[in-house]
């Protein structure tokens, strides 16, 4: 009865230490084995088997948030045997920065890094999350206290791109990839964001007064150019009008020229067939002419009388004698 009973003792122990030596490892994690407090080996993921009590998983310090009843996040730390692979994402607090032109401002930072050497991550450096964050405060610390309060305003990208830069190259020998940094939030204290604000509505209003000035300025070049293109247009028209008027008074002077050089024509021709002066008769007919004119006047009781009667007399002996030829 008693070999039985240590029978199944030792089979019990048997039992007890082969389901210890069972260990499941889940994707995407790992698992560092120390024998006899010495590194021994990484188990990947699946169904793996240890020496229990000689074989003994490392654990290594986790990061985690948990939310209070009012809504604040608190920071944890955690011990934990198995290493997450994954990426991870760390969500800091808000910090107080300073900024080169001496403003106080709060910035909230996300982190996003991968553990790409399980052994590095567990053996060259204690608490690994704690140390990343502290390394990203007093990075963020360093680059934007050589930035002014607008520059980090307006600088996100190239603030993310140098602290990943950094903080990659720093966290290289633990094992770690840091792949971005994103600035979630930029805070400035609120006298700093009333005057920013003032800046801004004053520059807003600059900018329309600007736009204004510039759109009255180009409604007076295009009024100024309506005018001159109406006067320039209205001068051309009274410059054609008066060429048209021009010459057709000078065809009509031309047409009544050659009607009187035909007429005259006309006449001196009948009068050299009768052996008359035609200037005579010419010089006489002016004279009727005008001398009528001078008294058609309704109440002209006025006598003119020639200055040379003879001249006359002598050209009305001209008219008298060619009506006598005819």
């Known amino acids: 009865m008693g070999l039985i009973i240590i029978a199944g003792a030792i089979a019990v122990f048997v039992l007890i230490f082969a389901i210890s030596g069972f260990k499941i490892v889940q994707q995407s994690e790992v698992v560092i084995i120390e024998r006899l407090g010495k590194y ?16 003994k998983p490392r654990d290594i310090t986790w990061r985690y948030i948990v939310e209070s009843l ?23 607090p808000k910090q107080n920065v300073i900024t080169k032109d001496n403003v106080n401002i709060q910035i909230n930072a996300l982190l996003y890094f991968q553990i790409m050497d399980p ?7 204690e608490n690994l999350p704690d140390a990343i964050e502290k390394l990203t405060q007093t990075t963020l610390r360093n680059v934007i206290g050589e930035l002014e309060l607008d520059q980090s305003l307006s600088s996100r990208d190239t ?36 005057a920013m604000e ?13 736009l204004e ?36 008074h000078a065809q009509a002077r031309i047409l009544t020229a050659e009607a009187e050089a035909e007429a005259i024509k006309l006449v001196t021709n009948a009068i050299n067939t009768k052996n008359g002066d035609p200037i ?15 008294v058609s006047g309704k109440d002209n009781k006025t ?24």
């Open 40 to 55: 021994s080996r990484t188990l990947n993921s699946g169904i793996n088997i240890i020496w229990p009590v000689i074989d």
């Open 213 to 248: 000035a510039e759109g009255q300025k180009s409604a007076k070049i295009l009024e100024a150019e309506g005018i001159k293109e109406s006067e320039v247009t209205k001068a051309e028209g009274e410059k054609k009008s008066d060429i048209l008027k021009a010459e057709g």
């Open 70 to 92: 009012d809504e604040q996040k608190q920071i944890r730390f955690k011990q934990k045997s198995k290493i997450d692979l994954r990426e991870t994402v760390y969500d800091f």
């Open 159 to 194: 603030i993310n791109t140098k602290l990943r830069s950094i903080l990659d190259d720093a966290t290289n020998k633990w094992g770690v990839k840091v792949n971005r940094v994103e600035l979630q939030d930029i805070s400035p204290p609120a006298d700093i964001m009333q």
């Open 119 to 125: 052994v590095k991550a567990v053996y060259e450096i």
């Open 198 to 210: 003032k800046q801004m509505r004053a520059e807003r209003d600059r900018r329309a007064s600007v």
């Open 280 to 294: 005579n008769y010419l010089i006489a007919t002016k004279y009727i002419e005008t001398l009528q004119k001078m």
């Open 303 to 326: 006598i003119y009388m020639p200055f040379e009667a003879t001249g006359v007399l002598s050209s009305l002996g001209g008219i008298k004698e060619m009506l006598n030829q005819k």
